[in-house]
């Protein structure tokens, strides 16, 4: 790691700069939380659910309606969830309940709404089961026992919150999740007509580790530890791991998973950490030292190539020169922030290596908060020592979680709970029910045939453009993205160029 100690003293220097609005002192938890109570303020202003006419539990979406994919709500409750737990502020709480109940898909309960299908992945209904078992794992105030539900036309009741964490992965360990294909592993996507659906990818599977892992602690329910076991060794015998575990985007059935998509985002890592973390603390003996292995390579790995020079950065993504950076992505330094902290709770080893370099962000995170007419908005950028004119609502949480977790070591700040150390939560070991709503059962016609050619000839004209403006272009990017085998083959256009171009058409790699 490059000069982290005069990296931090210089950041420290700029937080605290008449030029930054927050006025932080890192060492006194008073002046953390105040900050943090700003940062979630300007935070919550990008929510509009809770206005008339609005939905609730989303934040304005999907595009072109609003930048924010349905997921990025999920992930929005996970950080203010976090907010109360490390700085015991209620301010949120009605607002942060409503909405997890609101979004959770009754009757299943299972986070696969209706109105969401068109962008439904198996980490987008992973994101909200985290938040969930974050909930249940935090002692967050329990849902009411009995009462209606908000988005039940039936007159259902509210779900508790491990019974939605257990009703996510009970669909998500239904076998039809893990066919064949690659030899198992779950898709991306979870309706069969999505763009997506042929792509299985580190983040959804990232997430059902993870939430089994949790899901084995909370309960003492080993059925959810081997799941996660399983799915760990799948992901490093199709190589979204390697020996030296980088965790890779993911690659596509059609090639049996040989076409590995080698970017890095930081999130793949930050999901695995918390979820190896907490099979760490459930383990014992040669089986904990498995994972105190796998952990630490993790850990190391993770910091070198995302804190290399100090602050966080997106690799993947954010360029010296510029940044390629989508919504989704912008996003993802603060929920891994907030992973690498929570390990920290369930494998206290792990301190001093991990709240280093998420001190030092925090300085950066700070100094990046200096923009907008209130002059406190937070950039995405953390290493230039300013704000940089790119806000957002997942800059927003990303600062946030740079500022509390430095609350962490408090005593006021709990370790997970379980069932056995004073978790409260209804569960339902049987929550969920069918794991595909989606499937069409209809007999095809010889006029949806005729429909799909059409739509093909038609989007074959859209690729064909694109390819012509790619490179027509070609001297203005230089910085071009090839997908390649796992054997170092690179892959024809069609194999390779028009899929990659499908997914970031997306939003989404």
């Not at 989303?58 to 990025?72: A, K, N, R, T, V």
């Not at 690799?315 to 992505?329: G, N, Q, S, V």
């Not at 290596?353 to 937070?378: D, F, H, K, W, Y």
């Amino acid at each position: 790691m490059i000069s982290s100690i005069t990296t931090l003293g210089c950041l420290l220097w700029a937080a605290n700069s008449a030029r930054a609005a927050l006025q932080v002192d890192m060492n006194d938890p008073a002046s953390l939380r105040r900050a943090a109570s700003e940062v979630a303020y300007d935070l919550m202003t990008y929510y509009k659910g809770n206005l008339t006419g609005q939905i609730p539990g989303i934040l304005p979406g999907p595009p072109p309606g609003g930048d924010y994919y349905w997921w990025e709500g999920g992930a929005l409750w996970g950080t203010m969830i976090d907010y109360w737990l490390y700085t015991g502020d209620e301010s949120y709480i009605p607002t942060t309940m409503h909405s997890l109940i609101f979004q959770s898909g009754p009757p299943q309960h299972a986070y696969m709404p209706d109105n969401w299908t068109a962008s439904l992945g198996n980490d987008d209904q992973g994101f909200w089961g985290m938040s969930a078992m974050l909930a249940a794992e935090t002692r967050f105030p329990d849902p009411i026992e009995d009462a209606d539900h908000p988005a039940d036309p039936t007159g259902g009741k509210q779900p508790g919150w491990l019974e939605l964490a257990q009703a996510v992965f009970n669909t998500q360990a239904a076998p039809e999740r893990h066919d064949s294909a690659c030899g198992g592993g779950m898709r991306w996507q979870i309706p069969q007509f999505n763009i997506g659906y042929d792509y299985k990818n580190s983040i959804a599977n990232g997430i059902f580790f993870n939430l089994g892992a949790r899901l084995a602690r909370y309960t003492s329910n080993t059925t959810y530890s081997d799941h996660a076991e399983a799915t760990w060794d799948w992901m490093a015998s199709v190589g979204l791991m390697d020996e030296e575990i980088n965790v890779y985007d993911g690659a596509h059935v059609q090639y049996n998973c040989t076409d590995v998509f080698k970017a890095q985002f930081s999130y793949n890592a930050g999901v695995l950490i918390q979820g190896a973390a907490f099979m760490y603390n459930i383990s014992t003996g040669a089986t904990q030292e498995k994972w105190k292995s796998r952990l630490d390579r993790l850990v190391n790995r993770t910091i070198t190539l995302f804190f290399e020079t100090g602050p966080m950065i997106e690799i993947a993504c954010e360029l010296p020169d510029r940044i390629l950076c989508k919504t989704d992505m912008l996003s993802f330094k603060g929920y891994v922030l907030r992973w690498m902290a929570n390990a920290v709770k369930v494998a206290p080893y792990l301190h001093d290596t991990i709240m280093q370099p998420l001190r030092v962000s925090a300085a950066a995170a700070i100094a990046s908060c200096s923009g907008g007419e209130n002059g406190r908005i937070c950039g995405f950028r953390w290493n230039i020592g300013t704000y940089d004119g790119l806000p957002g609502a997942g800059q927003q949480m990303n600062a946030l979680a740079a500022i509390m977790t430095l609350l962490v070591d408090l005593e006021d700040v709990p370790a997970p709970v379980t069932n056995n150390t004073g978790g409260t939560s209804k569960g339902d070991p049987d929550a969920g029910g069918e794991s595909d709503p989606f499937k069409v059962h209809k007999e095809i016609t010889a006029a949806d045939r005729a429909g799909a050619g059409i739509l093909t000839v038609l989007w074959l004209g859209f690729c064909i453009a694109l390819f012509g403006f790619i490179t027509a272009t070609a001297g203005e990017e230089r910085k071009v993205i090839v997908l390649k085998s796992s054997d170092g083959t690179r892959l024809s256009g069609g194999q390779g160029w028009i899929q990659h171009a499908i997914y970031r058409l997306r939003g989404r790699i």
